[in-house]
């Protein structure tokens, strides 16, 4: 059974940087594309950005471009999101999320991620 488990959250100020991570267990993590994931209070779960299993593809969403960095440590089982210029905007709780890679990989579609971790809380004060 994989699981995933997020750490590195925590309290910042806005401009300031914070690293996620995500550990993975329970399959082949080199087979599993991955992603980061936010909801905040009140709001949809979004996507953020997310990476192919070799790591050889990264994607962002716009909100994120330019300030976040997705990577990923296959002899790890790690996954990790650098968080860079952070603003109040960017409070949520950041979920990791696996997706056992195939030919077709939406980065973005929540609904193709077949597990999730249990999250934790960013927090960007201004």
């Known amino acids: 059974q994989v699981q995933l488990v997020e750490s590195g959250g925590g309290l910042v100020q806005a401009g300031g940087s914070l690293k996620v991570s995500c550990v993975f267990s329970g399959s082949t993590f080199r087979n599993y594309d991955m992603g980061w994931f936010r909801q905040a209070p009140g709001k949809e779960r979004m996507a953020v950005a997310a990476?192919?299993?070799?790591?050889?593809?990264?994607y962002y969403k716009e909100s994120v471009e330019g300030r976040f960095t997705i990577s990923r440590d296959n002899a790890k089982n790690m996954v990790y999101l650098q968080m860079d210029s952070l603003k109040p905007e960017d409070t949520a709780i950041y979920y990791c999320?696996?997706?056992?890679?195939?030919?077709?990989?939406?980065?973005?579609?929540?609904?193709?991620?077949?597990?999730w971790g249990q999250g934790t809380q960013v927090t960007v004060s201004s």
């Open positions: 999320a696996a997706h056992q890679s195939s030919t077709r990989y939406a980065p973005f579609s929540s609904e193709i991620y077949d597990y």
């Open positions: 990476i192919s299993y070799s790591g050889g593809s990264t």
